[in-house]
């Protein structure tokens, strides 16, 4: 399924976990149990020794997973193994794509099943070689916007941009939070055109997912909640979450939840 297909049902849940946490072997079925929990895309993140967009939580999970063998060629593996009808998507620093070769990385991107890529250190201006590799091999590739980002580029990104466009709901790194800033529904507001609007950092409870829905956006992104969730080794707390989650931004949208 392609990200767009996705959006025709939305609200949408997007799960992130970083690959290899807690072992390489057990990503593939750690996949499969979010989506029949309710998740409707898996960010896949593929951990780094050094990561500058994320926060203590995500941090330790890519340590975990790097100490469990995960690298680059693993990761490919693995989401291959994650065989699920959702669209799968990397999450992962440019310097790792850029030594595998811009190319190669998005044919592997395509071969494992992965149809969209958030690098978040890479802007939209330095993207061109990387986006015409995406679009040879059907990926599409995700920028990011913050509330701080001005008007102008905020129009480009828009315009940009494949797939849906990432909110960052706060300035900073990764990490669960209490509150949705009213920054968020300000950048939810400012964004015009038709492109789905995704919003992430900071979300981890339903009442949250729920908020940035009834502000106007189209899908909510998780991930240092469940990430430590299973760092906890809690996996059943982490599907009720999801459950949970997904319910909540059905009944934001105004649709009745199905009921399985």
């Known amino acids: ?137 059907g990926v599409d590739l995700i920028f990011l916007a913050a509330p701080n980002t001005p008007d102008a580029r905020l129009c480009m990104i828009e315009k940009e941009t494949s797939g849906f466009l990432y909110l960052v709901a706060r300035t900073g790194v990764t990490g669960a939070r209490s509150d949705v800033l009213q920054d968020t529904r300000d950048l939810i507001a400012r964004v015009s055109g038709d492109v789905p609007k995704a919003v992430g ?11 940035v829905i009834r502000a106007g956006a189209d899908a909510a992104i998780v991930g240092s909640a469940c990430v430590d969730l299973i760092a906890r080794g809690e996996i059943e707390r982490l599907e009720n979450l999801v459950r949970e989650m997904k319910a909540a931004m059905v009944r934001a949208k105004g649709k009745a939840p199905i009921v399985c």
């Open 1 to 137: 399924m392609r990200i767009s297909e996705a959006f025709m049902h939305r609200p949408l849940l997007i799960v992130y976990i970083c690959a290899g946490d807690p072992s390489p072997q057990e990503t593939p079925d750690l996949v499969r149990r979010l989506v029949k929990a309710g998740a409707d895309i898996i960010e896949l993140g593929l951990p780094h020794s050094d990561p500058i967009a994320d926060g203590p939580t995500i941090q330790a999970a890519a340590q975990r997973a790097i100490a469990a063998g995960m690298n680059t060629d693993v990761y490919f593996e693995v989401a291959a193994e994650a065989d699920v009808d959702v669209p799968k998507i990397f999450m992962g620093y440019y310097n790792m794509v850029y030594a595998r070769g811009l190319d190669k990385f998005a044919e592997d991107c395509a071969k494992s099943g992965i149809r969209g890529m958030i690098v978040p250190d890479l802007p939209p201006e330095e993207a061109g070689p990387l986006k015409d590799a995406c679009r040879q091999h």
């Open 201 to 211: 950092f900071g979300i981890s409870t339903p009442e949250q997912a729920a908020e």
